[in-house]
């Protein structure tokens, strides 16, 4: 998007792996480096883009999504720097800035029924002076909510099917 134009995308899709894996064996494999991951690198349909083997479905959708690798901080407290990046902000004492999510909610349309900023888990930023429909949702408020809605737990035995070949034996 340029400046001022705004952008283009219906859907904003944000995986925050606060105490996840790392980004070297995930989205930013070092393949020869000696701070290399464990996993190595495979192709992805974006020409020069390399994510972990443990992606390979994802490998061949990465032409649909955009992959930030150069995120920086000076925030040695993970907490304080979580808040920046996912705020833009200092944390300070007397002011809550809104979260990513709820910068999103506020500034599109809904699309749909569903809520548009939902929270799997953890502990989403909130929607500061944005207000209480800027909130994120959380993924449990839903399934109260909706009888069919799926566990959090269905992605946690994907998952840890899919990455099972990965495994120590």
Known sequence: ????NGGSAEHVILFWNSGGMSHLDTWDPKQGRPVQGEFNPIKTSVPGMEISEIFPELAKQMHNAALIRSIRGTNGDH???QYELQTGFNQAPNVIHPGLGS???HERDPLGD??????????PPSAGHLGQQCEPT???AL?????????PRVFTTRGAR???????E
Request: charged letters at 15%; hydrophobic letters at 40%.
């Open 162 to 168: 899919s990455a099972s070949k990965f495994s120590p």
């Open 103 to 105: 910068i999103v909610v």
């Open 143 to 151: 399934a109260k909510r909706i009888p069919t809605w799926p566990s």
């Open 138 to 140: 959380t993924w449990d």
């Open 114 to 123: 569903l809520p548009a900023y939902i929270s799997i888990s953890g502990n």
């Open 79 to 81: 907490g304080r720097a």
């Open 1 to 4: 998007a340029t400046p001022g």
